[in-house]
């Protein structure tokens, strides 16, 4: 008689059930204790899932119920001793307090912070509220010479970081505040904080901020508010990024070409695609040729007298996080949006590397320039050799890389070129 597979016929005379026996051959027992030791693994998995959880919760109660301490501006990552305050250096918002910029990007001027909205700006209670800094070059009037002669206008750089960044760490990575004291430029941060992304990304994937909600709006409700507090041109606003900071620079000038004379995108994303995590890392990596020209054709039928708005791309060539094909792909969107083409480009230039080994060894790049009626309106910087850093930046920081060309001062020619009329 062939064997079964399992008895269930013979009874054990202790329990009321049949008792199962197995055969001489194994390989269904195995299979069974081997579903038995995948069970208590999941088991236990779960078990560390569902502790983890009550931590988080406990966690999440705990800063419900505690009171909101007063932080301190942040102190300078690159060194432990105090920082320096020189004379006549910067004074928080609220308090009054000195706050001193990075070692590195110490300057005669005023670093100011605070937050928007607040109460001052009309909000009952706000459900969020964005930090941001303010850079006040020395020349800037003082309220008192303000009020006694008034005061010339002055331009506006708004620069937005990338991730795990913060606002003090891109002001002294880019080291743009030293080039505005020179230059006589406002520079304004916003920061992206931890309790809308743990890494403090800016969600520049989210249909809402593609289209001009979510974190566009806040940044410019801050815009708004140094406008009606200090003595900005209005026609000299500039805005760029890094990384997520830039293509939420690229996806604010589109949104306010009225408001934006010009734009620096710094290693970021095509516009008008990704929608969630996943599809906006596959954006990173492989650019959106299916939504780039249609994602422009939205823009300008939201807007049909949509200005000019002149653009500058940096881009490394070794960029593994967000690579060179968004750039090419940025570039398209620039001229459908300018209505140019790329037989645009008028000029290329093209400078040769340092020498290897030296203290600051320079990387070659080439430089496109797309101009329309004799005014340059696209700019193609590509930088070879370059990861995901802004190029000639502070290298002890994370994402900079020291070795030039210098971005900011690139950034800052293109700016100083362009107003809007």
């Known amino acids: 008689m062939a064997h079964e597979r399992y008895t269930a ?10 008792q199962q026996t197995y055969p001489s051959d ?68 609220k308090t009054g307090k000195r706050t001193p910029l990075p070692r590195k990007q110490l300057a ?21 509220r964005m930090r941001y800094y303010l850079y006040l070059p020395s020349a800037f009037p003082t309220r008192s010479a303000l009020a006694a002669h008034g005061a010339q206008r002055w331009p506006m750089i708004v620069m937005l970081h990338g991730c795990e960044q913060t606002a003090t760490d891109f002001a002294q990575g880019t080291r743009m505040n030293a080039l505005a004291e020179q230059s006589g430029h406002v520079v304004l941060y916003p920061e992206q904080s931890l309790s809308a992304h743990p890494t403090r990304c800016w969600k520049w994937y989210d249909k809402a901020t593609q289209s001009g909600g979510g974190d566009i709006s806040l940044i410019v409700g801050i815009i708004e508010k140094v406008l009606a507090k200090y003595p900005i041109d209005k026609t000299r606003i500039y805005i760029c990024g890094m990384s997520a900071g830039a293509a939420m620079a690229y996806i604010l000038a589109l949104n306010h070409p009225q408001l934006i004379a010009a734009v620096g995108v710094h290693s970021g994303p095509v516009f008008g695609a990704g929608y969630n995590p996943i599809a906006a890392y596959g954006v990173m990596q492989h650019g959106a040729a299916a939504r780039a020209d249609s994602a422009i054709a939205e823009i300008l039928q939201k807007w049909p007298a949509f200005p000019t708005m002149p653009t500058m791309l940096i881009q490394g060539e070794n960029d593994r996080v967000v690579r060179p094909v968004n750039q090419t792909q940025l570039a398209q969107q620039t001229c459908l949006l300018n209505n140019m083409t790329m037989a645009n480009a008028a000029s290329v230039v093209s400078k040769a590397g340092g020498r290897p080994g030296s203290r600051n060894p320079a990387r070659a790049y080439t430089i496109r320039n797309f101009l329309v009626r004799r005014k340059l309106l696209l700019s193609v910087v590509r930088i070879a050799g370059l990861e995901h850093a802004w190029s000639g930046g502070d290298g002890k920081l994370a994402f900079n890389s020291s070795a030039n060309p210098d971005a900011s001062r690139l950034l800052m020619r293109f700016f100083e070129r362009h107003q809007r009329l």
């Open 9 to 18: 016929s013979r009874w054990n005379p202790h329990c009321r059930k049949p």
């Open 26 to 93: 194994t390989a269904p027992y195995a299979e069974f204790a081997m579903l038995k030791h995948l069970q208590r693994i999941w088991l236990r998995e779960l078990a560390q899932v569902r502790k983890a959880q009550q931590r988080e919760a406990g966690k999440l109660l705990k800063q419900v119920l505690t009171p909101p301490k007063v932080k301190r501006a942040p102190q300078p990552k690159a060194s432990k001793r105090p920082s320096i305050v020189a004379p006549g250096m910067p004074h928080t918002a």
């Open 108 to 128: 005669p001027g005023r670093w100011l912070s605070s937050y928007y909205p607040t109460l001052a700006d009309g909000a009952a209670l706000a459900a969020r």
